[in-house]
């Protein structure tokens, strides 16, 4: 019976043994990731502040709360890295008139205000790994020249991540 119990025990080790011999590894590849709340900026043009004293005329957006698009980015890389920002061309809500991305104004936290364009903008360039989460508050405005109807323009933004060489 000890002659028994000993193999078995000897063989259920053996088989334990054999269950724990793989190699696990963990990779963690170079990146660059973008979070955003939403990519989508709104205008509200009513007719008591439209039209204006003069033109042009610059408004600042109904929608994300407080005009602020907060953008998170993430990167890994020991190099460059940076962040472009685009604009198709949009229209009022209920409006055939199509308006160029360049009648959008941006900017990152309190830095230069920036002309929008349907090619991608640079707007801000990092170096190495960010350590965590870096978030960018990016605002904007909509300038008006005088030819558009009012309502509602909603515009949509493409925010792209590049690691440099």
């Known amino acids: 019976m000890r002659k028994l119990m000993a193999g078995l025990v000897l063989g259920l080790w053996g088989w334990a043994q054999a269950q724990t011999s793989w ?29 204006p004293e003069r033109f042009p005329a610059r408004y600042r957006p109904s929608a ?40 959008i104004l941006f900017r990152v936290d309190e830095g230069p205000w920036l002309r929008g364009s349907a090619a991608p903008v640079l707007f801000y360039t990092g170096s190495g790994p960010t350590g965590g989460w870096q978030e960018l508050r990016l605002k904007f405005l909509l300038e008006l020249k005088g030819n558009e109807p009012a309502g509602t323009y909603v515009v949509d933004v493409v925010i792209t991540g590049i690691l440099g060489p």
Do not use: C, M
């Open 23 to 51: 190699n696990v590894q963990a990779v963690i590849p170079e990146a660059i990731a973008l979070r955003t709340p939403t990519n989508t900026i709104a205008f509200e043009l009513s007719l008591e502040d439209y039209p």
């Open 64 to 103: 994300p709360e407080g005009g602020v698009l907060p953008v998170q980015v993430f990167v890994n890389h020991p190099g460059s890295w940076n962040l472009l920002l685009s604009i198709p061309e949009f229209v009022a809500e209920g409006g055939d008139e199509v308006l160029s991305p360049d009648r």
